[in-house]
Every structure is written in structure tokens, then in C-alpha cells.
């Protein structure tokens, strides 16, 4: 089973002129066209001198495929199967909170781009729409959590039962956001979406959260969006507590925001079934490692059993093809869909989704493979 490229590609020529943009550095332009600063500058930001975000990207361009010739691969396959869920491109939407803000919509029309394209979301625990509702925008479409891990068990356990309920496949729970990293474009504005309330549908909509506030959200809306904040430092966290969430529930587990071997490796010693290689995007550690190098490192201190996912700086199909080389199992897509949404909305959000598979597919076929999950670091020069 495949998808082709080239139909893409053609369907864009023989029209006369590309609907969208192309180039996602067009895509984030336009994005910024639209949005207010505060908005943009929150999805397009990350920490400090934003040098591990510059990093995700220098990963990439440092390295470069070695295409085959003539390898008869008129038939190929792009898709993936990830611990039960399969999609039809090796990427899945990476977890995005409060996507209210770049577009009305939010988390709904992303989750009726996913489920119109196969492609699974992983939907945010900042999110501005309730679980239940983005399931219920997404009928059967395959859909995975994301937990922030919040400092009150109760919480957290609740949010992952109602995940459980809702249809959701697996957690993957985020481990790099215990608290917030130094975000100066976002200081400057002095901009937090969640302090107004936005972003804390998941919270509002939890009776155990509920239960602890004097007055519901709808009555006083600022003294919940405080609460919400609140229980979101959660710097105490262990190992322990992930081994005892494995206990916990029956999902496939996933733990995002590894960057070293020595973590992967106790992380799956908690017994996981799967690690999220990421630095968030360059938004909390800055500094940090590039996620395309840290795949590297884990991939091979794990071996290649255990299921590796990784995201930071997946913009286009030469990319997706690298980190699966270089040892992921399926990437994860972020701030590109996001600037489809501001852009287009849910149609946005489709639109990066099939360019990134054209692409995925086309540049495929031009290195001489036919399955992206086959490729390998023979795929990869050593060095130039
Ligand atoms: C994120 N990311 C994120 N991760 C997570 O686990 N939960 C979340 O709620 C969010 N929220 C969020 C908001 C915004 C605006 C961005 C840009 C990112 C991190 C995300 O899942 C992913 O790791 C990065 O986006 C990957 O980097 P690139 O490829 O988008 O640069």
C-alpha cells in the first residue's frame, strides 16, 4: 500500500499555481502574516538564544543521503506501524498545546486534518479542546495522549483514564516540561496563553480537577486558569513514578524529551514501550543537544528492538528519511502543522500533511528505496 508522489506534484502543475505554500520557511511567513506576535512568537520561539532550535535544523543539513540507482522501485511503501497504530507516512503530529491560538478551530480542525489523512495526532494535555471532543472529531482515526504530568496523581491519573476511555492508543508522557523553560521572545511580550485560561481544556474539563477548585471555570475563570498553573511544576518526578504509570495502565507507554543513552536506557528499564528522542522543539533546554544527534546515540545504546520515535526540525521529505535511517521507527511533526493551521485552517493543516508525504514519497523513490522503514545508516554518508 502506497501513496505517490508524483500525483501530488502534477495535481500542482497542471492547476496552474499552488493553492498553499510550498517551502515551509513560506509556510511559517505566512503564518506570521496572520498571527499576532504573541501568538507567533510562542510557536515559533524556544529558549534562550534559541540555539538548540537552530540546532535540531544544522543536524539535518549536516548530513545528506546517498541515493541508489536503478533499483526498480516503482512500487513503495512510506507507511508504518507503531506499537499497534498504523499511519500511512512514517511521521505522526507531534503534541501541540493551545493551538487556539493560531487558529479558532484549535485542536479540532487539526484532528479532522489527522483523521481525513490517516495520519495519527498526539493531542496535547495544553490543549483548548477536551479529549472527548477531539475524539469525537476523529470518529475512528487513530489518536495518541500526551500527558504533562502534572504535580497532583490524582489529576494525572484522571486524565489518563479518560484517555483510556476516549480511545486514545497510547501515552506518551513528556518528560522535559516539568517546568518552563526561559522563553525571552515570550517574556518580552510578557504573552502565556494558559494565565487567561486558553490551553487548559483538558484541566477544566477533569472532575478530579474540577473537585479541588471553590469555583468552577465558567463562574471564575482566571482563579482556574491559577490552579491549572499551579499543579504544573512537577520538578519531584522519578524513574519511580514512570515504573509505577506502567502499572497503571494497560496503553502502550511512551516517554518524550530523551536525549541521552543513560536515559534511554532506564527509561526502558521503567518498562516502556517507547521513547520520544526530543528536545521540545529547542523551547526548554537551550543548549541542548540536537534531537537528530541524540536519536543516533539512543538508537544505538538501545539496540533495534525498542521503538524509537523522534522529532525537532522534521520540515521536509529528505529529512523524515534521514531520521528514520539514522535509526527512528516514525517522526513526529511539529511546528509545520501548526503553521498550517494558522494558515488555513483544518485545510492548512491537510495541505503540510500530503505536500510532506509527496515529498517523503518523491524523495524516496529518488534514493533507490521502497520502504522508508527499511532504510538504514547505509542510507547515510559517514561525513563531508
Ligand atoms: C510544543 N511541544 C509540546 N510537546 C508536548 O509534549 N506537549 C505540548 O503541549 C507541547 N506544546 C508545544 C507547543 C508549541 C507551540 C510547540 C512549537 C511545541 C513540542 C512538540 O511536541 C515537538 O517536540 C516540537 O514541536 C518539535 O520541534 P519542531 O520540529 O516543531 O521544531
Known sequence: MSMDGSQVQNAI??????????????????????????PFDYIAGGAGSEATMRANLEAFERRR??????????????????????????????????????HAEGELAVARAAAATGVPMVLSSAASHSLEEVAEAMGDAPRWFQLYWVNDREVAVSLVRRAEGAGYTA??????????????????????PFVTGEGCAQFFSDPVFRSRLDRPPEEDLLAAAVAMLARFPNLDLTWDDVRWLRGETKLPLLVKGVLTAEDAVRARDCGVDGIVVSNHGGRQVDGAVAALDALVEVRDALGPETVVLMDGGIRRGADVLKALALGAD??????????????????????????????????LALVGGMQARELDSSWIAASF
Request: glycine fraction near 10%; hydrophobic fraction near 45%.
Open 330 to 363: 516514525a517522526v513526529l511533526l511539529g511546528r509545520p502543522y501548526a503553521y498550517g493551521l494558522a494558515v488555513g485552517g483544518q485545510e492548512g493543516v491537510e495541505a503540510v500533511i500530503r505536500h510532506l508525504m509527496a515529498d517523503t514519497d518523491l524523495t
Open 171 to 192: 501515552l506518551v508522557v513528556t518528560l522535559d516540561t516539568l517546568t518552563l523553560g526561559w522563553r525571552p521572545r515570550d517574556l518580552r511580550k510578557a504573552y502565556l
Open 13 to 38: 502543475y497542471v492547476s496552474g499555481e499552488s493553492p498553499w505554500p510550498i517551502a515551509p520557511e513560506e509556510w511559517e511567513a505566512r503564518a506570521a502574516e496572520k498571527l499576532d506576535p504573541g
Open 65 to 102: 543521503l546517498r541515493p541508489r540507482m536503478l533499483t526498480g522501485n516503482r512500487e513503495r511503501d512510506i507507511s508504518v506501524d507503531v506499537l499497534g497504530t498504523r499511519s500511512p507516512a512514517p511521521f505522526l503530529l507531534a503534541p501541540i498545546g493551545v493551538l487556539s491560538i493560531a
